[in-house]
């Protein structure tokens, strides 16, 4: 996966780096030449520009990529042209930052295909965290509704999956079940996947769930 990161403040520099790490080929972008420096040995391609010139960005391939990220979090004008200038060029998938909701119809209607707002998201996650219990991570499907990651609950350990019964006993779908452990640097790794576990499989203490269903059931699934 090819990706340009169009701004490295903060959140910028965070997923630059973070989707290098990953595995996608990332060109970060800014008009800062210490911002570009910061990350320029981690990601494939760092450069200092003008995002406001269309020229500079076609100058460094952006219609290459498979994504264009516009992160710009402190200058609007900088981030639409972006935007725009992304649209132009044909790049398949634009995301683009909104501090408001004016900001966000403003991206939509240059075409930005997603517009996100980071603070909100990052509330979100809080407020699962706060909600439930013992989550490790969550992805809303839609409000109300969201796919979390949990520790096997204690009570939980030494039963299978059909003496459970998390359907019908608490209206939620098992839609995962991994191993996590740490390495000898004490860091987790998923040393076993298992999707759609069968009735019979038991749960070890060392089991995360990943499971579906309202905030409200998940939470009161996590509460007993």
Known sequence: MKCAIIGLGEFGRALATGLA??????????????????????????VQLDVMQREALEAQGLEQMDAVVAAIGDHFESQVLAVVHARSLGVPRI????????????LEAVGAHE?????????????????????????????????VEVQTPE?????????????????LNLVALKRVRRNEAGQEEV??????????????PDHV??????????AAFMGE
């Open 155 to 171: 009570g939980m350990v030494g039963k299978t999956l059909r003496e459970l019964d998390l359907r019908r006993r608490h209206r």
């Open 209 to 218: 769930l990943a499971l579906a269903g309202s905030v409200v059931d998940l």
């Open 95 to 106: 995301l683009a930052r909104a501090s408001s909701a004016d900001h966000r119809r403003v």
């Open 21 to 46: 790490r990953a595995g996608a080929e990332v060109v970060a972008m800014d008009k800062s030449m210490a911002r570009v420096a910061a990350v320029k040995d981690q990601v494939a391609v760092a």
């Open 115 to 147: 517009v996100f707002n980071p603070e909100e998201e990052a509330a979100r996650l809080l407020i699962q965290r706060l909600t439930i219990s013992n989550i490790k991570s969550y992805f809303e499907l839609a409000e109300g509704f969201s796919v």
């Open 191 to 204: 040393v076993e996947f298992t999707p759609v576990p069968a009735p019979d499989v038991t749960l070890e």
